[in-house]
């Protein structure tokens, strides 16, 4: 993952990555059990996890556009400050209001993949940084490691119970302290941040050094790739709203009420099927370039799909760990993937504006998931958000594969 010829540049952004997916998986595991712990139920772990994707679309979206204009270290510093605010906030704050105020500024991730401002200029900047016939296998890197981190952090979540029954400390103190993660990790990507030798313009002027009219694209985000963008973030969006009702809060929800399993199985289970969809997608590349960019989306997430629609009809614990465990396998080939398809598709100077647009839209579809699963969740413990999610994110992959499925990316840069 971590090979030298990677540039500098290249191998601090994936490291922030990586540091960013322990703090997100750990906190997403840990969230339902704070908020219940607090006295809220699902209604309020639904609200929360809607008003950080919802916050983090809005933010995702002025970076996405702004990328171009501002100096990128303070993109990225100021993402990495408001980091630490919202830890700090979700460990000392009790009221639902506050909270939800904190989640919709701030930086919190209810799922285990990256819904966040940085994710724009990072995938700029990598696309900037390797050439096109290595980018899929970089983009691969990126998201293995977050995944990877993101398992691990999975696993770090069952400690408060773990300290709670050693006896040294309580166990609504060890959760409050949980949280106090995003704060370290906000310490470790200011100083990977503050290293970075990229110039302030780089996502755009180093990539389009050969057309004059690059600064008109560049200041207007989106130019002759916007048709092509805008049907991406429309099909992205319907998978990202089925990807919002299942949630990692959410499904650690669903298995606490059906199941009755423990914050420290939930942690274990998460890192088990973290580990596998993390280590998963580094067969990525070598599936694109048997089937294409846009197979590798569609048809292992089919069958991730087809576990999820499963998985509310599971009658024991065992058989859902097993259709959790081959989704995890397949559910996430299509992240690598889909990223070196978009900035395959789009002229070098639209890439920040595509990674934005693509994925603000996602982010807004998603938002509207949690609130509703937390309702059809504090009514039932059957798992009708589960069914729904994999009926919607099914319907997507056969609507992505009909619409771009003969579709080239353009020569390398």
């Not at 979206?61 to 303070?74: D, E, N, S």
């Not at 103190?173 to 780089?202: C, H, K, M, N, W």
């Amino acid at each position: 993952m971590w090979q030298p010829e990677l540039p500098s540049d290249a191998r601090r952004i994936v490291l922030a990555r990586a540091l960013r997916g322990f703090a997100d998986g750990c906190v997403s595991v840990l969230l339902p059990a704070h908020l219940l712990a607090l006295g809220h139920g699902a209604l309020a772990v639904g609200a929360i996890s809607t008003a950080t994707l919802l916050g983090s679309a809005l933010a995702t979206l002025a970076v996405g556009f702004l990328a171009g204009r501002l100096p990128i270290r303070l993109v990225l510093l100021g993402g990495a400050l408001l980091m630490a605010a919202t830890g700090v906030g979700f460990a000392g704050l009790r009221e639902l209001g506050p909270l939800l105020a904190i989640a919709f500024v701030g930086t919190l991730n209810p799922s285990a993949g990256d819904v966040s401002l940085f994710l724009p200029v990072e995938h700029a900047l990598l696309a900037r940084l390797v050439p096109e016939a290595r980018r899929t296998a970089v983009f691969a890197r990126y998201a293995t490691a977050g995944g990877l981190a993101a398992a691990f952090g999975a696993l770090a979540a069952g400690l408060p119970d773990l300290l709670a029954a050693l006896g040294l400390a309580s166990r609504g103190f060890a959760l409050r302290a949980g949280f106090g993660i995003y704060v370290l990790v906000a310490v470790g990507l200011v100083g990977l941040y503050q290293g970075l030798r990229v110039p302030p313009e780089a996502p755009s002027s180093a990539a389009q050094p050969r057309a004059p009219r690059a600064e008109g694209e560049r200041s207007h985000g989106l130019g002759p790739s916007r048709r092509r963008v805008l049907a991406l973030s429309a099909l992205f969006s319907l998978d990202a709203f089925g990807g919002g009702l299942v949630v990692q809060s959410l499904l650690a929800l669903w298995l606490f009420q059906r199941f009755g399993l423990s914050l420290g199985d939930a942690g274990l289970l998460f890192f088990a099927t973290g580990l596998a969809a993390a280590l998963s997608q580094l067969a990525a590349p070598a599936l694109a370039r048997r089937i294409g960019l846009v197979r590798t989306m569609v048809f292992p997430h089919l069958v991730a799909n087809a576990c999820l629609v499963a998985l509310p009809f599971a009658p024991s614990l065992p058989l859902a760990l097993a259709l959790l465990g081959l989704r995890s396998l397949l559910s996430s080939l299509d992240v690598p993937a889909r990223s070196a398809f978009v900035m395959s598709v789009v002229t070098p100077a639209e890439r920040a504006a595509a990674a934005s647009v693509t994925n603000v839209p996602r982010s807004l579809a998603a938002a509207a998931g949690p609130a509703l699963a937390g309702v059809l969740l504090a009514g039932t413990s059957f798992g009708w958000p589960l069914l729904l999610a994999g009926l919607v994110k099914g319907a997507y992959d056969l609507l992505l594969l009909a619409a771009f499925g003969r579709v080239r990316p353009a020569p390398p840069d």
